[in-house]
Nanobody
């Protein structure tokens, strides 16, 4: 069982930056690929970024490429999402998720564990 707790959300102006963190329980964090997803009001939850267990592989949704960076610190059981050049359309609840996998999971259904989410609001 893996428990995930996100933090770092908040209110920021267009063009600003935020760093989200997701702390995971357990002693085998490096066995898990991690992902970030987001859900805006009235919309479905969508993929944002994913990182392999070692941190050696990452991938992003086209909408955030070049602006967001996913990283992890396995010694701290934490995954991060650095968000730069934020836009109003980035406003959403952001969720981290975990899957015991060697690859890069992209689909919601591929992930086994989810955090409770953290709100990100970008004002125009």
């Amino acid at each position: 069982q893996v428990q995930l707790v996100e933090s770092g959300g908040g209110l920021v102006q267009t063009g600003g930056s935020l760093r989200l963190s997701c702390a995971a329980s357990g002693r085998t964090f490096s066995w898990y690929a991690m992902g970030w997803f987001r859900q805006a009001p009235g919309k479905e939850r969508e993929f944002v970024a994913t990182i392999s267990g070692s941190g050696g592989s990452t991938d992003y949704a086209d909408s955030v490429k070049g602006r967001f960076t996913i990283s992890r610190d396995n010694a701290k059981n934490t995954v991060y999402l650095q968000m730069n050049s934020l836009k109003p359309e980035d406003t959403a609840v952001y969720y981290c998720a975990a899957r015991r996998s060697r690859g890069l999971p992209y689909a919601l259904s591929h992930y086994d564990y989810w955090g409770q989410g953290t709100q990100v609001t970008v004002s125009s």
